[in-house]
């Protein structure tokens, strides 16, 4: 479940990101100011400066990826925990002698 997780969130979102036409899975921005045009990234709409427009968005937000791959953490995180206290069956099988004839 968690190799799951992370095979869905870095290369295959990455992928389909990529053949959908994405340079970048970050949200690429122009501003004009001044009669200059200036270009860079942001991790987010919300992170973009006062006017800027938007000239490419990509197919899945970063932050989504970034969910994903943490679900992921997380499961890792829970079974290491569940393994760290639950005994294996292997450790619970304990020697059979066998009886002697007195």
Request: aromatic share 10%; net charge negative; glycine share 8%.
């Amino acid at each position: 479940m968690a190799a799951g997780s992370f095979l869905l969130a870095v290369p295959l979102m990455g992928m389909v990101n990529l053949l959908a036409g994405a340079e970048s899975p970050l949200y690429a921005y122009e501003v004009t100011v001044g009669g200059e045009t200036t270009t860079g990234t942001a991790l987010s709409p919300a992170l973009l400066p006062e006017g800027a427009t938007i000239v490419h968005s990509p197919l899945f937000d970063p932050t989504l990826r970034a969910y994903v791959v943490a679900v992921g953490l997380l499961i890792l995180g829970l079974y290491f925990v569940y393994r760290l206290f639950v005994y294996s069956p292997r450790e619970a099988e304990t020697q059979v002698v066998a009886p002697t004839a007195d």
